[in-house]
């Protein structure tokens, strides 16, 4: 039996006004959560374009 993948989805709801260090505060938070998919696609795309020859031109 296959383990399916589990996708979160997250709602936030602040009532509130909504200033620059919440805003500040959310946007960590989706840096960090995603910071290890970035890099690895950067280094992805640095390795393809290494592998790469470059085109006549």
């Given at each position: 039996?296959?383990?399916?993948?589990?996708?979160?989805?997250?709602?936030?709801?602040?009532?509130?006004?909504?200033?620059?260090?919440?805003?500040?505060?959310?946007?960590d938070v989706f840096?960090?959560?995603?910071?290890?998919?970035?890099?690895?696609?950067?280094?992805?795309?640095?390795?393809?374009?290494?592998?790469?020859?470059?085109?006549?031109?």
């Amino acid at each position: 039996m296959k383990k399916q993948k589990q996708n979160l989805t997250f709602t936030f709801h602040n009532p509130n006004k909504i200033d620059e260090k919440y805003i500040d505060a959310l946007l960590d938070v989706f840096i960090e959560a995603n910071k290890g998919k970035v890099e690895r696609a950067i280094q992805e795309s640095a390795k393809r374009a290494q592998a790469t020859p470059p085109k006549p031109g």
